[in-house]
């Protein structure tokens, strides 16, 4: 056993100095491995970066209310009865005698696409007096809150960032009125970021919709306490709604946004896996070619056929783990941390940065490991296989 | 035996290797098709340069007055017009996809959009006569199994029916529906604008948007300017525009998805050109000793250049083929899956892809043959009999 070992280090370390002589295909097929790896990386990077901004946009003790089959804001209806009713709900926490509870409204402007300079959706959303407090995380960076009653908005920096139009200071007219945009917030990395506020009561009666919210989020005193209004809503049937933690919506959000972008990671990473273990085999059974002169030898001396196969597979997962790792490279120089944006499933921008995650470099590295084996496998047979004394002869 | 037979027999010669080429090749070619088909579908939905729409200016999801559909209409410069609502559509269960429900005026619609429903007369004669009628596009019938006649329950996920109090509208089946490739309507579901605005709750006598011809594409800017001019400063401000530029911009709302096609195309092709060109160039070496023979045989060093690089070119067209063809059935998979209002209706793969490939192919079998038969070509009688 010890020898056996003993041999395999030999092998491997020959293979591994020889690997120069055939640096041309060797390095095609480290490329091959790294530009798979990468591809599969960017669309996962994506995917995550998206989906953390969803789900870190919702905590625990708020509850997002909306019409019972809405599944989302914009195709939800609360009423403003509804919404008095809600209020005076058991587990609403009070700021003296006010109810912490925010009707909603969102409704889509357009705005300017920096990059592309082409018309895209901005989430314009009329907020209650509470809705401020409600979101944790938030703070105003330059300016001021918009006044209650006024035409004034104020924006998220990560939209500013991306689109163009409602810079700070400038005035805009939507439906015959003038508004102001007077501050500018932060939300970092939620749904927040990149959208619009502007005072509800305002909304409503400028975009035609007097006295309909879409949603109302309500500050519960606890997680518990959202269940229990989930109970107190389903037990008044005047409410057809449902009620949902703001992490519980944001999850769903998260999830119907980001599966697509999963498939068409692995559906392209795998895809481009195949092709990258074809040149990798292409490689391998080109480098045992080239060796068996070196490997008949080896075996006339008295190396065993294992030590010619593990030789071979250590070869192997050493060019396919050089792939990985450079795959990894360029992922973390081109694209980890970028920030983009794309339509999200509620049919509005959303501003988000690629990001990769421990378990995405584990999966890349499982990938380029699964082409290393299955690329030093075949040819790891062939080389056990070589028979010295024809091999010899041929020469 | 001619020089095909001999390039033939010498690419099969080491059958794992050129299948293992083959494979990588058709991957590139795979992605190739699929990714920009996919592209050319998203943003290249085909409209006549006529053919233009006004929206509301703060978004195209604002609605408005129904008021303003008469002064579009008979606007200098209009051949047509027609008006359309976004019902937010869905069979069933929304989990299964959504449909591009649209409630339109059916006499107008049907002029606007003439070149573009193939419809029989009897369905035509429907529509326009029956409240509940539905018009719906093969590719949609065919995935719900719909046929002409049947009763069809849709909900909406954005308005309540008046008469029941819930979200659902019932429609009969008037008619299915072809469009030609690429079409802008190959995914609409197509209901009454009359029978919508009775039933639903609130925005009432509203409407989406406006889809008009203009008499000729000349008069597109003067016609916009007129339209956009005569509603400014009131309470709904418009935007018109071209309908393809329209699409266009709604399509760049995704993301680059042109930049994202390019640079996967481009990572998967310049894996293939490194592995392929290097496999090649280990092939002629090892048959320096062939070559030799070749060329002592008579064979002139012209003849054997053009052999090899007419190996790589088969190569690289078999792969080419090969990938086209898996293309274009990957496609025809997402197709089915996708064929509601995810826009996969019409997604094939293009001819225009297929041309592109060609080129690329060739391109390809070129490069990635050059250096070897260049070195064959150079190759000296002498040298290669005695080299090992």
Redesign the interface.
């Known amino acids: 056993m010890a020898s056996l070992f003993k041999q395999v280090g030999a092998v491997t370390s020959m293979n591994v100095r020889s690997i120069p002589q055939r640096a041309?295909?060797s390095?095609?097929?480290i490329?091959?491995v790294a530009?798979?790896i990468?591809?599969l990386l960017?669309f996962l990077a994506l995917s995550h970066g998206l989906s953390q901004t969803v789900e870190g946009s919702g905590s625990n003790d708020v509850a997002i209310v909306l019409r019972d089959?809405?599944?989302a804001e914009l195709?939800s209806?609360v009423t403003r009865d509804q919404l008095n009713i809600i209020a005076q709900a058991p587990g609403v926490v009070h700021r003296g005698q006010t109810p912490m509870v925010s009707g909603e409204l969102l409704?889509?402007?357009?705005g300017k696409?920096r990059?592309?300079n082409?018309?895209?959706?901005?989430p314009f959303r009329g907020i209650g007096p509470e809705g401020l407090a409600l979101r944790h995380n938030v703070h105003i960076v330059q300016g001021r809150m918009f006044r209650p009653g006024t035409n004034e908005i104020v924006v998220g920096a990560g939209l500013l960032r991306e689109f163009s139009g409602f810079e700070f200071g400038r005035t805009i007219?939507?439906?015959?009125t003038t508004w102001q945009v007077v501050g500018v917030f932060e939300a970092p990395g939620t749904v927040f970021d990149s959208e619009l506020w502007a005072d509800v009561a305002v909304t409503q009666s400028l975009?035609?919709r007097p006295n309909?919210f879409q949603t109302m989020r309500v500050q519960m005193t606890s997680p518990a306490a959202v269940q229990s209004l989930k109970r107190f809503v389903h037990d008044d049937p005047r409410l057809q709604l449902q009620v949902l933690s703001e992490r519980e919506y944001y999850a769903q959000q998260a999830s119907q946004s980001t599966n697509g972008f999963t498939i068409i990671a692995w559906f392209?990473g795998v895809?481009?896996a195949?092709?990258?273990l074809?040149?990798a085999?292409?490689t391998m059974?080109?480098s045992v070619a080239a060796r068996s002169a070196e490997i008949a030898t080896l075996r006339i001396i008295g190396f065993s056929g294992y030590a010619a196969f593990f030789g071979t597979m250590v070869e192997a997962l050493m060019l396919s783990a050089l792939g990985g790792v450079l795959g990894l490279v360029i992922a973390f120089i081109a694209f980890n941390g970028r920030t983009?944006?794309?339509?999200s499933s509620g049919?509005t921008?959303l501003v988000f940065k690629f990001e990769l995650s421990p378990g995405i470099v584990i999966s890349a590295v499982v990938v380029a490991i699964i082409i290393g084996v299955f690329g030093g496998f075949l040819p790891g047979i062939r080389a056990a296989r070589v028979r010295p004394q024809l091999e010899l002869a041929a020469q | 035996m001619n020089d095909l037979t001999l390039m033939r027999k010498n690419l099969w010669r080491k059958p794992?290797?050129t299948t293992?080429?083959l494979?990588?090749i058709m991957?590139?070619f795979?992605?190739f098709g699929v990714l920009v088909s996919f592209n050319v579908a998203i943003t290249d939905v085909r409209t006549a340069p006529n053919r233009m729409v006004t929206l509301s200016?703060?978004?195209f999801?604002?609605s408005l007055p129904i008021a303003y559909y008469d002064r579009v209409l008979h606007t200098d410069g209009v051949l047509a017009a027609t008006h359309m609502n976004w019902f937010?559509g869905y069979y069933q269960d929304?989990r299964r996809g959504f449909l591009a429900v649209f409630a339109v005026d059916p006499d107008s619609y049907l002029r606007v959009y003439r070149d573009d429903l193939h419809l029989t007369p009897q369905a035509r004669e429907t529509f326009l006569h029956e409240r509940t009628a539905l018009l719906v596009p093969r590719n949609i019938a065919e995935r719900y199994g719909w046929r002409v006649g049947q009763h069809i329950p849709i909900n909406s996920?954005?308005f309540?029916n008046g008469t029941n109090g819930g979200?659902v509208w019932d429609f009969t089946v008037a008619g299915i529906f072809e469009t030609p490739d690429g079409n802008s309507q190959a995914n609409s579901v197509l209901i009454r604008y009359d029978y919508f605005n009775d039933t639903i709750t609130?925005g009432k006598d509203r409407i989406g948007w406006i889809s008009f011809l203009t008499t000729s594409a000349t008069v597109n800017d003067r016609v916009a300017h007129a339209i956009d001019a005569r509603f400014a400063?009131?309470?709904?401000?418009t935007s018109t525009q071209d309908a393809a530029a329209f699409n266009?911009?709604f399509a760049?709302?995704?993301?680059?998805i042109a930049l994202v096609v390019t640079?996967?195309v481009g990572?998967?092709f310049?894996?293939?050109l490194?592995?392929v060109?290097?496999?090649m160039?280990?092939a002629v070496r090892e048959r320096t000793k062939e070559v030799g023979v070749l060329k002592t045989l008579g064979f002139s060093s012209g003849r054997v250049l053009r052999m090899v690089l007419g190996e790589s070119m088969l190569l690289s067209l078999l792969g080419a083929a090969l990938g086209l063809l898996a293309a274009a059935g990957v496609l025809y998979i997402f197709s089915r899956i996708n064929g509601g209002g995810g826009g996969g209706g019409g997604l094939h793969l293009y001819p225009s892809v297929v041309g592109v490939s060609a080129a690329i192919a060739l391109a390809l079998g070129l490069v990635t043959g050059l250096l070897p038969a260049l070195s064959a070509y150079r190759m000296n009688i002498i040298e290669a009999l005695g080299r090992r």
Do not use: C, W
């Open positions: 041309a295909m390095i095609a097929s490329v091959a530009l798979a990468s591809v960017f089959g809405a599944g195709n209806v409704v889509i402007v357009d696409k990059s592309t082409t018309n895209a959706n901005m007219r939507l439906r015959g975009f035609n309909v392209l895809v481009m195949i092709g990258a074809a040149g085999l292409n059974y080109a983009t944006s794309t339509l049919f921008q | 794992v290797r293992l080429l494979i990588s991957i590139a795979l992605l200016k703060i978004n999801t604002e937010g929304p996920n954005i309540t979200h609130f400063n009131s309470q709904d401000e266009r911009s760049a709302q995704l993301g680059n640079l996967v990572a998967a310049a894996a293939i490194l592995i060109g290097t496999t160039a280990l």
